[in-house]
């Protein structure tokens, strides 16, 4: 069950980064389940990464290797989290490294692995090492489909984006694929994204690109407020396509950014989209705060209301559970007479009760759809905020009761 067609886009083939699929078994037998991303010599890598203090073994190897050497290698198994797992799990994530490294003959350091599964068990090393040479002979500059539906957990579908444009004479791809369905909360979620561009772009914008079009898309999606061990963005730059550097002040960085913010945001969307058990695609706009924290508390407060969230895959418009859960969002000195909440383009709070001409039948007929914009006007300041998020269903629990089985 999701929300939209989520058909994959015609992949453009990005210069210099070419992705590979295996099947180790680790879940579930003859599953694809291992993805390697071999990156052209001189290619850059950027990243932002799950705030979760227990943040699993990978992502510790995987900063520590983008600090100390050139990225070759991105090596990416599911089934299996290597978290909570020690310092074993540490010793497993750099001999999946050295292992892959051996076998390609580049440094460990210049490996970045990745994980997503079950967390707490043993990282079965073996049967990835095992498959590697299976993915290392599948590469090939076409296989982002392939990759996309590799790194699949709980998934329903593929999610991936593409996009191609000129840059001062030169044509630039860009490409990416993301996954993750639960466990979603930003800071970030039980998610991984992988964007690619054949742009050369210098390392401290490749830098700030990642951390800002993150925090804007992958940053700001919610299903569950649970936010995952082993997340990680990266925006990977392999400058195969020629031209200048693109420096802070290149002329082309606007028209690059934005095109790479369409695709990070295409990439966010489709994980709420396909939420565990989503019916809905729901938009929480808040406008007129007094900062950015203010209406992100707020935003999250509906977002992660379970009354509100339920009362979306009833499409029941019952307004009151959306303006509780506005009331408690910690707002101090909120003038309940300037606020708006507003669903649709149906006003259902103003003047501190319930808007003069709402009707419940025009609020049934905003619920009745599968993309919804819950928007709150809080009346007090300049800031807008946005947060997607999605329903709940029988669907999300029954996935996350049998998860292990």
């Given at each position: ?58 992502v510790h190897v995987t900063r520590s290797h983008l600090a100390s050497d050139a ?28 292992a892959l490294a051996d076998h390609a003959g580049v440094s460990a350091g210049s ?29 090939s500059e076409s296989h982002w489909a392939e990759a996309a539906s590799g790194i ?254």
């Open positions: 069950m999701a929300v939209g067609p989520g058909t994959l886009p015609t992949f453009f083939p990005v210069a210099g980064v070419r992705l590979g699929i295996g099947s180790a078994g680790i879940k579930k037998p003859g599953k694809k389940d291992l993805v390697v991303i071999e990156l052209a010599p001189g290619s850059r890598v950027a990243g932002i990464f799950t705030r979760n203090q227990f943040c699993a073994a990978p990225p070759r290698y991105l090596l990416i198994n599911t089934g299996n989290a290597n978290a909570g797992t020690g310092e074993q799990g540490m010793k497993d994530a750099q001999a999946c490294c050295q490996i970045l692995p990745f994980s997503t599964g079950v967390i707490g068990e043993p990282l079965p090393v073996g049967k990835i090492v095992s498959a590697l040479p299976q993915a290392l002979a599948d590469v699949m957990t709980t998934d329903t579908r593929p999610k991936g984006a593409s996009r191609q444009i000129d840059l001062d004479g030169q044509t630039v791809s860009i490409s990416g694929i993301s996954k993750g369905a639960g466990m979603i909360r930003p800071n970030m979620a039980t998610m991984l994204g992988f964007i690619a561009t054949d742009a050369n772009i210098a390392p401290d914008v490749l830098s700030s690109l990642a951390s800002e079009l993150g925090e804007a898309s992958f940053n700001r999606i919610t299903i569950d407020g649970d936010t995952s061990t082993n997340d990680a963005c990266m925006l990977i730059a392999s400058g195969q396509a020629g031209g200048p550097e693109i420096t802070a002040d290149s002329p082309s960085l606007p028209r690059l950014r934005e095109t790479l913010r369409e695709v990070f945001l295409e990439l966010a969307h489709a994980i709420v989209r396909d939420g565990e058990g989503a019916t809905k695609f729901v938009t929480l706009e808040v406008s007129r705060a007094t900062s950015v924290q203010e209406a992100l508390d707020v935003a999250y407060t509906v977002a992660h209301s379970p009354l509100v969230k339920t009362a979306l895959f009833a499409s029941d418009p019952n307004w009151g559970r959306i303006l509780a859960a506005v009331g408690r969002a910690g707002v101090d000195g909120l003038d309940l007479n300037a606020l708006e909440i507003w669903l649709g383009d149906v006003c259902l709070v103003r003047n501190g009760g319930r808007a003069a001409d709402y009707s419940e039948s025009r609020g049934q007929a905003v619920m009745d759809g599968e993309e919804i914009t819950i928007h709150i006007d809080l009346g007090r300041g300049n800031v807008s905020e946005r947060v997607w998020t999605c329903d709940f269903s029988h669907d999300y629990v029954t996935i996350n009761a049998e998860y292990r089985t």
